[in-house]
């Protein structure tokens, strides 16, 4: 797991533009949204000492991201806590690399002083559901939302909890 770069904005752009991989997370995104999303995990990194890391594979090539951040929503969730999360493209699943990526992610973050991670999962997604159990997270609550930009779209989430 490396902090992500710019060619990296680029690598995400194209690993997530598989709409399967992308089903919970409102369809692939452009380019921009990983532009940004790259940009604000060094500054993470830089001042927190986590992210969500660039997630590399026996070869070198991108796979994904797995790693924390402050949960960015001001509309749902817990703002502002510290969530963890993964996202691997199609051909990464099933390998373990999720979950072995965020046991790294919690040592990680334990190592930089935090306390209590939080994991937001759509309730259909059983893949992440079943990480978050192999981590030991406990359900804390079940919630609707709309996910942004799209109003109206009333879906079903999961806060998933885990003291360190």
């Given at each position: 797991?490396?902090?992500?770069?710019?060619?990296?904005?680029?690598?995400?752009?194209?690993?997530?533009?598989?709409?399967?991989?992308?089903?919970?997370?409102?369809?692939?995104?452009?380019?921009?949204?990983?532009?940004?999303?790259?940009?604000?995990?060094?500054?993470?990194?830089?001042e927190r000492g986590f992210c969500l890391w660039?997630?590399?594979?026996?070869?070198?090539?991108?796979?994904?991201?797995?790693?924390?951040?402050?949960?960015?929503?001001?509309?749902?969730?817990?703002?502002?806590?510290?969530?963890?999360?993964?996202?691997?493209?199609?051909?990464?699943?099933?390998?373990?690399?999720?979950?072995?990526?965020?046991?790294?992610?919690?040592?990680?973050?334990?190592?930089?002083?935090?306390?209590?991670?939080?994991?937001m999962v759509n309730a259909r997604n059983d893949?992440?559901?079943?990480?978050?159990?192999?981590?030991?997270?406990?359900?804390?609550?079940?919630?609707?939302?709309?996910?942004?930009?799209?109003?109206?779209?009333?879906?079903?989430?999961?806060?998933?909890?885990?003291?360190?």
């Open positions: 797991m490396r902090v992500p770069t710019d060619e990296d904005a680029y690598a995400w752009h194209r690993v997530f533009a598989d709409r399967e991989v992308m089903e919970f997370h409102g369809g692939p995104a452009e380019f921009s949204v990983y532009e940004e999303l790259t940009a604000r995990q060094r500054r993470h990194a830089a660039t997630v590399v594979d026996e070869h070198g090539e991108v796979a994904g991201f797995t790693g924390a951040q402050p949960w960015p929503h001001r509309s749902f969730g817990p703002y502002g806590e510290i969530e963890i999360g993964w996202r691997l493209g199609r051909s990464y699943w099933g390998r373990g690399y999720a979950t072995a990526a965020a046991r790294a992610t919690l040592e990680r973050v334990r190592a930089a002083g935090v306390e209590r991670v939080v994991a893949r992440s559901i079943a990480v978050t159990r192999r981590l030991g997270m406990d359900l804390a609550k079940t919630f609707a939302y709309a996910p942004e930009g799209r109003p109206g779209d009333e879906l079903v989430g999961h806060q998933y909890e885990l003291t360190l």
